[in-house]
Structure formats: structure tokens, C-alpha cells
């Protein structure tokens, strides 16, 4: 018996709780308007791969492909200290449709100054409200 309502509540719970990811990941796919993406991200690893997933959907928009900012946080940053590792990663975003962002707040954190990274990365000072700021104007954001 005990089992049983184990199993009615966590169907039950399943089925009314849904964990938010983006702030709306079904917006603008039928209808011609410009889609703009922001994808944050403090793990150093994901850089490449964000990279690549806006060349597949400037690919798969055509059109419809606004901006694609990989707005980076936390040791993320660290990343382009290395200035040659890090302008392989800015032209590689060139190339892909994206924008690399790197938030002020990590740059200090870690002792990285502006001028000391490659160029053709972009700044903000504080990657959440960026994001939230960002929903208003219409964005996609996803953390990962």
C-alpha cells in the first residue's frame, strides 16, 4: 500500500512540476520573425559546443537567425587569459553566428583584464541581470 501511493505521488508530482530551463524554448518557430538566442554558461567545456549549436541553427533559421550571444560567467572566463586558445574560440564564433560575452564580475573575480584578452569579445557586468534583462527584449536564454 505504501509502495502504491509512493508511486500515484511521484506520477502525480511528475506530471505538475516541470523544471524551467529557458524562459520560453517554444517561441517565434512559426511565424517570420527574427529569433535572438542567449546561451550562459561557467563551464569552460560547453564553450565549443554552444559555438557549434549556433552554427546548426543559424543553419536550420536561415532567415530567421537574429543574434546567438554565449554570454560566459565563473571559470569560463578563464578560458581566454590563454590570448592565442582564445581568439581560436572568438573566430570560431565569428564563423558560427555567435557572440562571445564575458561578464565583468568573473573577469575581476579571477584578475583578468579587459586588454589582456583577444579581440572581438564583447563585456557586461553582470550576466544575470543581462539575461533578465535580456527576456524582456524578447531573447531566448538558457542556462547551461
Do not use: H, W
Not at 543559424?58 to 590570448?83: P, W
Amino acid at each position: 500500500m505504501r509502495i502504491l501511493m509512493l508511486l500515484v505521488l511521484f506520477t502525480v508530482l511528475g506530471q505538475t512540476v516541470q523544471p524551467i530551463y529557458a524562459n520560453n524554448p517554444i517561441v517565434s518557430t512559426t511565424n517570420n520573425e527574427v529569433v535572438n538566442y542567449i546561451m550562459t554558461t561557467g563551464v569552460p567545456g560547453y564553450v565549443p559546443v554552444l559555438i557549434m549549436t549556433s552554427a546548426e541553427m543559424m543553419s536550420k533559421e536561415g532567415e530567421k537567425f537574429g543574434r546567438f550571444e554565449v554570454v560566459l560567467y565563473g571559470a569560463a572566463v578563464k578560458q581566454f587569459a590563454d590570448k592565442e586558445a582564445g581568439q581560436k574560440l572568438v573566430d570560431m564564433a565569428k564563423t558560427s553566428g555567435a557572440t562571445i560575452i564575458l561578464c565583468d564580475f568573473a573577469l575581476m573575480k579571477y584578475g583578468i583584464s579587459r586588454e589582456s584578452l583577444p579581440k572581438g569579445l564583447e563585456f557586461i557586468p553582470n550576466v544575470f541581470t543581462y539575461s533578465l534583462d535580456m527576456i524582456k527584449e524578447g531573447y531566448i536564454v538558457l542556462g547551461v
